[in-house]
């Protein structure tokens, strides 16, 4: 096998050792680079001891850092903000990297919608119309029948019947009204002529006409066949019976497999999971030096694993008269756990600076500058 050099105490930067080259066009990645590869040579023990590696094992180590620096940031970052960043056109989100977001109400507004389909106070499934012809002696209706007689697609679901009588308001009657003034005549001009009798918007309190009307409304419950239905499985009942063949029933449905498509929207061009979402790997060059320390520490226990497992390929080498035994076992060993800590550390420094931590501290301290405040004695002024 050919003599291959290792590491000579002389790092050159050359974009060729590195595999990837993310960051190779920056002038400050390739400068420290160079300072990473003298710094972690050191601290492996150099040049005490031969580091069996190469300048470009170090500049692999530190590309490898800062992509795993960069990951750990994004993927904290899609985390605290997927819910407003879901469903955002990816041509106008290009590189979230610089992008402050800032958090709204698009998406629960949209996970709200299916309770306003079913209130009926809007969403995103259609409500249809349609009018049930009712028959003489006939109390019970088949809609699944009539919504095929009608050319639906689809299973139907009722929402809205309306059957009801019509409102007491229009039953309303004022022995006292029609005395030669012409109220009623004179509101007809404001469209209150059909509701009620004009005399008593002029002399009569509300709630005189409330209780009129909740009379007359009590009067059809107990002593009528009021007006109602039931339904069940979409077979209509209606009390009362008709009595005639000229009526007609209004109802409200919407159709169950648009309800199950509306779960479903479009993805062409949006972000559609935590995979699409534009983040890409980091500007070295506005890495602060927080973020810049960490991941000289990570590239060091990157460097101690490679050249653990180098060493690993003989574990003891024969020297005249002995046999040296190398410390293979202890390098990976400790770089496992720095490697592992290290991950620990950054992900607790994103989750202490996430929006919820944030508000939740600063919560904590208007409390306890209140309570501070609530110790400053007042001044009492005499005038």
Not at 89 to 115: C, F, H, W
Not at 170 to 176: A, G, I, N, Q
Not at 249 to 270: P, T
Not at 311 to 336: C, F, H, M, W
Request: net charge negative; proline share 5%; aromatic share 12%.
């Amino acid at each position: 096998m050919a003599n291959i050099p290792i590491y000579d105490g002389a790092p050159v930067w050359n974009s060729a050792a590195v595999p990837f080259g993310f960051y190779s066009s920056d002038a400050e990645f390739q400068a420290d680079a160079v300072k990473v590869a003298k710094f972690c040579a050191s601290r492996l023990g150099y040049p005490i001891v031969d580091i069996e590696l190469q300048s470009g094992s170090f500049f692999t180590a530190f590309e490898e850092a800062i992509t795993t620096y960069g990951n750990e940031l994004y993927a904290y970052k899609i985390r605290e903000n997927y819910l407003s960043l879901e469903g955002i056109q990816t041509g106008s989100a290009q590189d979230l990297n610089t992008k402050v977001i800032t958090p709204t109400m698009a998406r629960i507004i949209a996970l709200s919608e299916q309770y306003g389909v079913e209130a009926g106070s809007g969403g995103n499934v259609n409500w249809y119309d349609g009018l049930i012809p009712l028959s003489a002696s006939q109390q019970d209706y088949d809609l699944d029948a009539w919504a095929t007689d009608e050319g639906i697609t689809g299973s139907i679901e009722i929402k809205r019947v309306f059957y009801e009588a019509p409102p007491a308001i229009v039953r309303y009657f004022d022995p006292y009204a029609g005395t030669g003034t012409d109220l009623a005549g004179l509101l007809e001009s404001f469209g209150f002529g059909n509701y009620s009798p004009g005399i008593n918007f002029m002399m009569m309190p509300i709630n005189f006409d409330i209780q009129k009307m909740q009379a007359i409304e009590f009067n059809d419950q107990i002593r009528k066949s009021n007006y109602s239905f039931e339904i069940h499985n979409n077979q209509l009942k209606v009390f009362p019976i008709p009595d005639h063949n000229d009526l007609q029933l209004k109802i409200q449905y919407l159709i169950k497999e648009e309800r199950a498509d509306a779960a479903i929207g479009s993805s062409d061009g949006a972000i559609s999971n935590v995979s699409n979402v534009p983040y890409t790997n980091p500007n070295y060059s506005q890495i602060n030096s927080v973020g810049r320390s960490w991941i000289f520490e990570y590239t060091l226990a990157l460097a101690k694993e490679m050249l653990g497992y180098v060493r690993g390929k003989y574990s003891n080498v024969p020297i005249p008269g002995a046999e040296v035994t190398l410390n293979q076992s202890d390098l990976i060993s400790a770089a496992t756990s720095e490697k592992n800590a290290l991950i620990e550390r950054l992900r607790a420094y994103f989750d202490e600076t996430s929006r919820k931590s944030l508000l939740e501290s600063r919560s904590m301290e208007t409390d306890f500058r209140a309570k501070e405040l609530n110790q400053v004695p007042f001044t009492i002024y005499v005038g």
